[in-house]
């Protein structure tokens, strides 16, 4: 059974990065800043979807591993990231479309440009070296889910696989310089892949997390004291300073994500059934989750674009973000009552054109299996 939690953290995480990219006009910026929902933690939406993406990926592909075995498993985990690679091809035809008609109007966003060029932006962005803004998530995810397959695999038989990419994050805080970009926890891939391939692990194993987990209520008082010695003394903590601001990498961000998803997993049972509507179209984004964060960027282009021109107006600033709050919401809606729409969005051709050219059997011999 399919356990909604996830698909509804999800689809919120997606909702989040549409108000964090979506970027009011240089005036009211300089005036008032745009909307950044903090949710009161270190981590924000970026954190929540790649997290519960590995997540989602170590339950699904464990099972694919268990029933088709590694074949089956590179097959899918490969046409997942051709699929992906598709999107986002798409996504970008679409948002250099609507970029280029604003230009071609006299308006040129700060942030949500085409530059230094079109060409350049293309090539950067289709080939996953140099992305435009907004679609570095994206193009991250498309190499995780390539290495992905395998990563399962050798997580599957030496369990100690994931020591490696906790290592390159360790490495990563030493090789670094402590000084660039403070508070940023994306200054290096190193720390984004090891909460993917965290989150994976857990996945994979995750009946076990969860009965090895301690009940709420021997560890609440602790929960209680972490939060309020890192959140409301954190201007003289020195564990604030040393393992956040001071590295860049956002390790409380992991810590901070970790407790408040276990706290979530103890007050809420994981098969609760989901009957508020509202949730059910939340869940149906999220559980179409590539798609829809294909969406969001289409649309945070177009809403970023248009507030250059309508500058200085907060309210129009809210409304547009309102608008586009409802249009994902919308699209959750057809996802999930429009059959046709999930079986577009799923792609299933991919799967059947990988299997087709590269043969059950080839793919084996690649692994030895």
Known sequence: MRDNRIDVIRGFAILLLTVTHTMCGPALLADHGHYYPRLGFFFHGADIFVAFSGLICGIVYTRTLQRQGASGLLQKGWARALQL?????????????????????????????????????????LFLFAPIPYFNVLNVYIIFLVILPVFVLLQARWRYT????????????????????????????????????????????????????????TVGWALLLYFFVIHYMKE??????????????????IVDLVLVVYVLDRLNAPDVPVTSRLLRNIASIGSNSLFSFCCTLVLCYAASNLLVVFDASRAIYLIVILAELSIMVLIGALLLHRPAWRAMTQAKWVERWLAAVWPKRRVAGVIGG
Do not use: C
């Not at 000084?179 to 984004?192: H, I, K, T, Y």
């Open 162 to 217: 994931i020591v490696a990419s906790l290592g390159l994050y360790g490495l990563s805080l030493v090789v670094l310089d402590p000084g660039q970009e403070p508070d940023r926890f994306f200054v290096s891939p190193m720390a984004w892949q090891f909460l993917f391939f965290g989150a994976v692990v857990v996945g994979m194993h995750l009946d076990r997390v969860r009965a090895a987990l301690p009940p709420l209520r």
């Open 85 to 125: 690679w598709l999107f986002n091809a798409i996504a970008f035809f679409v948002v250099a479309a609507v970029v280029l008609a604003f230009n071609h109007a006299g308006v040129n966003a700060e942030i949500h440009n085409l530059q230094p060029g079109l060409w350049s932006a293309m090539t950067g962005t």
């Open 236 to 253: 003289n903590a020195w564990i604030v300073h040393n393992f956040s601001s001071k590295y860049g990498l956002g390790a409380l961000r």
